[in-house]
């Protein structure tokens, strides 16, 4: 059974980081791409970065600069570094992967004052 945990969320100020875990059992995530989701209030979940198999990775526009992905193959763990937060990162972040189908996290809620 393939299970992810997303840890880390929380309130912070505008200006601030924090940097959001996953971690992963039943399922190996050095052979899948990891990417990290949010789902804002209203919206629809869009992809937030990306990290592939080889290490690449991607950013949604609204991150770049700001977030960095990074994955702990030994820990079977993938990391969201956030930085010089805005209250428009708002959201639910989750995580995923997709081996055959689509794997997700509970979520983790990330709340950004102004």
């Known amino acids: 059974q393939v299970q992810l945990v997303e840890s880390g969320g929380g309130l912070v100020q505008g200006g601030g980081s924090l940097r959001l875990s996953c971690t992963g059992s039943?399922?190996?995530?050095?052979?899948?791409?990891m990417d990290w989701y949010r789902q804002a209030p209203g919206k629809q979940r869009e992809l937030v970065a990306r990290?592939?198999?080889?290490?690449?990775?991607n950013y949604a526009d609204s991150v770049k600069g700001r977030f960095t992905i990074s994955r702990d193959n030994a820990e079977n763990a993938v990391y969201l570094q956030m930085n010089s937060l805005k209250p428009e990162d708002t959201a639910v972040y989750y995580c995923?992967?997709?081996?055959?189908?689509?794997?997700w996290g509970q979520g983790t809620q990330v709340i950004v004052s102004s």
């Open positions: 039943g399922i190996i995530f050095s052979v899948n791409a």
């Open positions: 995923h992967t997709r081996s055959l189908t689509d794997y």
């Open positions: 990290i592939t198999r080889g290490g690449s990775t």
